[in-house]
């Protein structure tokens, strides 16, 4: 089956910088999703990558390289707040289907 | 109400119990989404309705069953459930199934199975 593979937990400091990546099989993906999940809520969309590059959206950047099968989602100037878990998930393209990683929970030490 | 609404909130529930989980969003959508998330386990998709027709079916066991009355509304029937079914299960909505539509998640239901 198509695997997403993402580091189970992170620790940054407040105000620092972080990277969480995500990899997966190159065939039958289509794009990448970034969503934020505080404990106890529901996801929350962050972005959505299609094509190779950086998009950047306030504090928050993705980035994708298709042929390499890999993503990242950046985090600056980091906040108490951010502490959550971020799954990253792909779009295969055979069937729109949308497969979740198993998140990276991100705690923010101050 | 605005968003994605689920009720009820939290449900312990015996094995040989059926009861339903509702979900309702209020956001125009044409699609709506059931999710299953266990502890330690990627999110898993159980089932896809489209303008009401379920699109897609995980290979959910039938102790699972979705009803979609409407465009806004999305029930998940439970019965003669087991304990590894215990999870959170997520309810979201999107423009239209499949593609790059942004999904809009509810809080989710805490099930407990005893």
């Known amino acids: 089956g198509q695997n997403i593979d993402q580091p189970t937990e992170m620790t940054a400091t407040e105000g620092a910088i972080v990277q969480i990546n995500c990899t997966y099989q190159t065939s039958g993906f289509n794009g990448l999703f970034w969503y934020q999940q505080h404990a106890g809520e529901a996801p929350t969309f962050l972005s959505y990558?299609?094509?190779?590059g950086l998009e950047e959206k306030g504090r928050f950047s993705s980035f994708l390289s298709r042929s390499k099968g890999y993503s990242y989602l950046l985090l600056k100037e980091l906040q108490m707040k951010d502490s959550a878990s971020y799954l990253c998930?792909?779009?295969?393209?055979?069937?729109?289907?949308?497969?979740f990683g198993k998140g990276t929970r991100l705690h923010i030490l101050p | 109400e605005t968003g994605v609404t689920q009720t009820p909130r939290h449900l312990v529930m015996g094995m040989t119990n059926k009861k339903s989980l509702k979900c309702e969003q209020h956001?125009?959508?044409?699609?709506m989404y059931w999710y299953k998330q266990s502890a330690k386990k990627p999110l898993e998709l159980m089932f896809v309705?489209?303008?009401?027709?379920?699109?897609e079916n995980n290979s959910v066991p039938s102790r699972f069953s979705p009803e979609c009355p409407n465009s806004s509304h999305l029930f998940l029937h439970l019965h003669t459930l087991q304990p590894e079914d215990s999870a959170l299960y997520l309810c979201?909505?999107?423009?239209?199934?499949?593609?790059?539509?942004?999904?809009?998640f509810g809080p989710g239901t805490r099930l407990t199975v005893t």
């Open positions: 998930a792909g779009l295969m393209n055979r069937d729109d289907k949308i497969i």
């Open positions: 956001l125009g959508h044409n699609a």
């Open positions: 990558n299609v094509l190779d």
């Open positions: 979201a909505s999107s423009q239209a199934s499949g593609g790059s539509y942004e999904q809009y």
């Open positions: 309705y489209n303008f009401k027709e379920q699109t």
